[in-house]
């Protein structure tokens, strides 16, 4: 069983930048493709960023170069920098490691873009 930690959630104001991590309790980097997802209120989830084993990056089409995903294989850990932040930016961002059948889930944790 593979353990995802999300932390760097917060209060910003709008053009602000974050930068979220996500720990996994295991090495799956090599194998899993890691996303991040978000979930506005009342919305369903979506991707906002994805990087494969190889590294290759990908983006929901509303990030529009805001954002980097990144990941660090040695430390376990992705990254999602977020930078011009928005109001609709605000959601609970959850990170996801995807391999065929098996998809494991963090915890959230909670994105706020507001003066």
């Known amino acids: 069983q593979v353990q995802l930690v999300e932390s760097g959630g917060g209060l910003v104001q709008p053009g602000g930048s974050l930068r979220l991590s996500c720990a996994a309790s295991t090495n799956i980097f090599r194998n899993y493709v890691m996303n991040w997802y978000r979930q506005i209120s009342g919305k369903q989830r979506e991707v906002v960023a994805t990087?494969?084993?190889?590294?290759?990056?990908n983006y929901g089409d509303f990030v529009k170069g805001r954002f980097t995903i990144s990941k660090d294989n040695a430390k376990n850990t992705v990254y999602l920098q977020m930078n011009s932040l928005k109001p609709e930016d605000t959601a609970v961002y959850y990170c996801?490691?995807?391999?065929?059948?098996?998809?494991?889930w963090g915890q959230g944790t909670q994105v706020t873009v507001s003066s």
């Open positions: 990087i494969s084993s190889s590294g290759r990056t």
């Open positions: 996801n490691a995807w391999l065929g059948f098996t998809s494991y």
